[in-house]
């Protein structure tokens, strides 16, 4: 399996391998709507005076 690890931004900064065994992996009934995720807070930039 791969995946990545993610900046603030959501943009790639490394991927990652995980190794597993096909005997360690077993199947899980899925929810049946999706789970909501939270919400991103909105970031304002930061006004920065010469000085």
Same mark, same amino acid.
Not at 6 to 30: H, P, Q, S
Not at 39 to 46: K, S
């Given at each position: 399996? =791969?995946g990545y690890q993610l =900046?603030?931004k959501g943009e790639a900064?490394? $991927?990652?391998?995980?190794?597993?065994?096909r005997e360690g992996i077993? *199947? @899980?009934? $899925? +929810? /049946? !709507? +999706? /789970?909501? /995720?939270?919400? %991103?807070?909105? !970031? *304002? +930039? @930061?006004? %920065?005076? +010469?000085?």
């Amino acid at each position: 399996m =791969d995946g990545y690890q993610l =900046d603030e931004k959501g943009e790639a900064l490394a $991927r990652r391998e995980l190794f597993v065994i096909r005997e360690g992996i077993r *199947r @899980v009934n $899925r +929810p /049946t !709507r +999706p /789970t909501p /995720t939270p919400a %991103q807070p909105c !970031r *304002r +930039p @930061v006004n %920065q005076r +010469p000085g």
